[in-house]
């Protein structure tokens, strides 16, 4: 092992530990990495032998920021408290840290000035002459490195500094497999959100959009003295209120809005009855699910984006008419949502539409398939989802609710 000196010295070797002892602290730093403990923990215990082995007198971890640029102390062993606080955050380019850093390789360093200004001048007192830096990284990413602190010019044994690079190595390890970690914990997080958001809007939300929309005729029904109106629209919004209310229920409850127990076939009956019923257009549906014996995740995500495309119609679309196809295109899922209404809405001028749009195409995306938003030919809007799929040949006739 190749290690830079940063000023020259003539230290004088120290004695060769046992062999039992190196591998055994390598064994012992393995087991406690494949235990799964806590990093932090995991660093603190395993200096203190380290040290002992290496003949240092103090020691410590730090790890480099996500952007490379400076050092957080996360375990340390022997540490003054002036030197404590003075290095928990250090520049990643300081002395010999840096230049550790740079080679990706051990580095003394004798001129300890630089930390001594940190720590106002307290650094060890007379205790500490020179520090070894050793980086960890692993397949080629820095994460951070490990310092030794010691009283004396003794060098440790060529095979202990040998040990000292492969612990560092180890550590290397420990500390990309705790990364990931957090990289996949933030990426589940997110995906959960975006979940909970998307069944908050798909039920709790187009619920109290349409609330929104029936208001408006509600107060001109009153202003009219048309009691006969208001009083449909009033039935109108609070039976939106209640499904709403039973809606956040069920969200709170199980964490997701409910779909019909019998499953998709009776799912989109109820949404079309429902979509008739809230004063949208005539509604033709035309499925054939019998055959494509789909899992009932699929059957969920392809709910949800009928709901909202049939949602998005009654609310925008100024429809005479509406369709709804669910079929088998060769080895592939299509469900196509049209109207003859006025088309597509200014997404700038309504980010409720553009939300519900990323939240479909999101759907889409989990399915594995594609969703295309656009012009149907004639007049009006097309939504066509496409989901392939290993799909047995359809032994059913088509259903016309």
């Known amino acids: 092992m190749s290690v830079i000196e940063l000023s020259p010295s003539t230290p004088s070797a120290m004695p060769a530990p046992a062999v039992g002892a190196t591998s055994g602290l390598l064994a012992e730093i393995t087991a406690g990495l494949a235990s799964g403990n806590d990093l932090h923990e995991l660093l603190a215990r395993f200096l203190q032998p380290l040290l002992n082995l290496a003949g240092a007198a ?9 952007a490379g640029q400076r050092m957080h102390l996360v375990a340390s062993q022997g540490l003054p408290a002036p030197v404590l606080e003075a290095e928990r955050a250090v520049d990643g380019d300081c002395g010999a840290c840096g230049i550790a850093l740079q080679a990706r390789q051990p580095a003394w360093g004798h001129d300890l000035s630089a930390c001594a200004r940190r720590s106002e001048g307290a650094y060890f007192g007379s205790s500490c002459r020179r520090i070894l ?55 589940a997080l997110a995906g959960e959100r975006q979940a909970i958001a998307a069944d908050v809007h798909d039920s709790i939300g187009q619920s109290l959009a ?31 209120v ?11 409850t199980h964490m997701r809005a409910p779909m019909h127990p019998l499953g998709l076939a009776h799912a989109l009956a109820a949404s079309a009855e429902a979509f ?53 295109d060769g080895d592939a899922l299509e469900v196509r949502v049209e109207d003859d209404g006025s088309g597509l809405p200014s997404l700038a001028d309504d980010s409720d539409t553009h939300y519900g749009l990323a939240i479909m195409r999101d759907r889409a995306r989990r399915l594995g398939g594609t969703l295309e938003v656009g012009p149907r030919p004639g007049g009006g ?9 290993a799909l047995p040949p359809p032994d059913a006739a088509e259903v016309r609710p």
Request: net charge neutral; hydrophobic share 45%; aromatic share 4%.
């Open 381 to 389: 809007t097309r939504v066509c989802l496409h989901v392939p799929l």
């Open 276 to 328: 008739r019923a809230r004063g949208g257009p005539p509604l033709d549906v035309v499925h054939a699910l019998a055959g494509l014996a789909l899992t009932p995740a699929q059957e969920e995500q392809v709910y949800r984006i009928v709901q909202e495309a049939l949602a998005n119609i009654a609310r925008h679309a100024g429809a005479h008419h509406a369709w709804l196809h669910v079929e088998r």
């Open 242 to 252: 209640r499904d709403a209310h039973a809606n956040l229920r069920a969200l709170l």
């Open 58 to 66: 103090a020691g410590a971890v730090r790890v480099l920021d996500d």
């Open 133 to 187: 830096a050793v980086p960890l990284a692993h397949r080629g990413r820095l994460l951070g490195i490990y310092n030794l602190f010691y009283a004396d010019l003794h060098e440790p044994a060529p095979q202990v500094l040998a040990l000292l690079e492969s612990v560092g190595a180890l550590l290397g390890l420990a500390l990309d497999n705790a990364r990931l970690e957090r990289e996949n914990l933030r990426t």
């Open 210 to 240: 349409y609330v929104k929309m029936r208001l408006p005729l509600l107060q001109d029904a009153i202003r009219g003295c048309d009691q006969r109106s208001a009083e449909r629209y009033f039935g109108d919004v609070r039976e939106a």
